[in-house]
T-cell receptor
Framework: SQTIHQWPATLVQPVGSPLSLECTVE??????LYWYRQAAGRGLQLLFY??????ISSEVPQNLSASRPQDRQFILSSKKLLLSDSGFYLC?????????FGEGSRLTVL | AQKVTQAQTEISVVEKEDVTLDCVYE???????LFWYKQPPSGELVFLIR??????QNEISGRYSWNFQKSTSSFNFTITASQVVDSAVYFC??????????????FGKGTLLTVNP
């Protein structure tokens, strides 16, 4: 069966520090992968999606970047965090019209 | 552009009451999918249902039912005989047709449902 994992689950970082959130999918090949952010107010915003290795599409201009170095690995990064980067980050993969989410990573920037 | 509106920010009911969560969407796509997700306090999003735009048949799954009406661009979700465990934030979402980029979901802002004992 397919599984998706994100880590770390919780992160507290100072402003200006780097960020790396990792997501891996198991049990499937060539998945479409997504990064969403849920800021205060609960809405989910699509940040990046990828249809293959090295293929990244950005939905909104921001302080973040994404990379897909391997088929089932999706990484969200920042060189210098801002206060506004705080939020709940969700990785997801899709199959046959369904989107499956990871457990989420809660980032607090102080 | 796609848009999903969940006008109810918060709903509070007493256990065993029925509750309906509203969802209205906007899209120019002729083929699209509608979804409902549940987000319990743990944070993980749990998939509840997907409905494609060509299937307007209502669906029932246990205490859950969904009413899809293309004429009013609505996809409402009803919980019958609510339970405390139903307390969560519920999201309605919309995507375009199949294909990598078209599985990008546009989410509503969610409805916080609190079921009190």
């Amino acid at each position: 069966s397919q599984t998706i994992h994100q880590w770390p689950a919780t992160l507290v970082q100072p402003v200006g520090s780097p960020l790396s959130l990792e997501c891996t999918v198991e049990g499937t090949s060539n998945p479409n992968l997504y990064w969403y952010r849920q800021a205060a107010g609960r809405g989910l915003q699509l940040l990046f999606y990828s249809v293959g290795i090295g293929q990244i599409s950005s939905e909104v201009p921001q302080n973040l970047s994404a990379s897909r170095p391997q088929d089932r690995q999706f990484i969200l990064s920042s060189k210098k965090l801002l206060l506004s980067d705080s939020g709940f980050y969700l990785c997801a993969w899709s199959r046959a019209g369904e989107l499956f989410f990871g457990e989420g990573s809660r980032l607090t920037v102080l | 552009a796609q848009k999903v509106t969940q006008a109810q920010t918060e709903i509070s009911v007493v256990e065993k009451e029925d509750v309906t969560l509203d969802c209205v969407y906007e899209t120019r796509d002729t083929t699209y999918y509608l979804f409902w997700y549940k987000q319990p306090p743990s944070g993980e999003l749990v998939f509840l249902i997907r409905r494609n735009s060509f299937d307007e048949q209502n669906e029932i799954s246990g205490r859950y039912s969904w009413n899809f009406q293309k004429s009013t661009s609505s996809f409402n979700f009803t919980i019958t005989a609510s339970q405390v465990v139903d307390s969560a934030v519920y999201f309605c979402a919309l995507s375009g047709g199949p294909g990598g980029s078209n599985y990008k979901l546009t989410f509503g802002k969610g409805t916080l449902l609190t079921v009190n004992p």
